[in-house]
């Protein structure tokens, strides 16, 4: 079975201070790994995903995440933050060998202060 | 660009009615998901399909049905809608392995 947990309902940050979005992961085996955000009223946008490889994946928009293999983590960052980055969150899993659907995340809401 | 389109953006149903959404997509994926999203919950698997007539079962698949009879159409039908159906039902579609899935805009089911 895989699954995935976004600790976090809602992250504040004032713009221009970085931020990080927090998500763990479980899999029997070893994963692939996605970030999508959702503004209002629309569908999912991918972000970045981690396949294999370097630890550090950098993604559309400024976006980064970091892959812990052994914290079983995979956090989403950005070092300046932007209002126009608020928007809904998900972390999402495919474990290889698995279910060939993606397992998401409840979300974290971004909220930045101008 | 990849597309994934749903037919309708909102709809409202009246319970106990037969309700089908649709979904297509332009780039000859292999596989197509139906999602649907609550506040919450996020993003909960329905059913999937990995190629034309074959599909499997999701997470939460009571009450809803698919059918996938062309590669770039897959059909989500609620065989008598409830109001607890009441949600925003995205499509995917991707090509499978590490692929991303790309998303459909969504389509906001109100069942009253």
């Known amino acids: 079975a895989q699954s995935v947990a976004q600790p976090e309902d809602q992250v504040n940050v004032a713009e221009g201070n970085p931020l990080t979005v927090k998500c763990t992961y479980s899999?029997?085996?070893?994963?692939?790994l996605f970030w999508y955000v959702q503004y209002p009223n629309r569908g999912l946008q991918f972000l970045l995903k981690y396949i294999t490889g370097d630890n550090l994946v950098k993604g559309s928009y400024g976006f980064e995440a970091e892959f812990n293999k052994s914290q079983t983590s995979f956090h989403l960052k950005k070092p300046s933050a932007l209002v126009s980055d608020s928007a809904l969150y998900f972390c999402?899993?495919?474990?290889?060998?698995?279910?060939?659907?993606?397992?998401f995340g409840s979300g974290t809401r971004l909220q930045v202060q101008p | 660009d990849v597309k994934v389109t749903q037919s309708s953006r909102y709809l409202v149903k009246r319970t106990g009615e037969k309700v089908f959404l649709e979904c297509v997509q332009d780039m000859d994926h292999e596989n197509m998901f139906w999602y649907r999203q609550d506040p919450g919950l996020g993003l909960r698997l329905i059913y999937f399909s990995y190629d034309v007539k074959m599909k499997e079962k999701g997470d939460i698949p009571e009450g809803y049905s698919v059918s996938r009879e062309k590669k770039e159409r897959f059909s989500l039908i609620l065989e008598s809608a409830s109001t607890n159906q009441t949600s925003m039902y995205l499509c995917?579609?991707?090509?499978?392995?590490?692929?991303?899935?790309?998303f459909g805009q969504g389509t906001r089911l109100t069942v009253v």
């Open positions: 999402a899993v495919r474990d290889i060998g698995g279910r060939r659907a993606l397992t």
């Open positions: 995917a579609s991707n090509k499978g392995g590490e692929t991303e899935a790309f």
């Open positions: 899999v029997s085996g070893n994963p692939y």
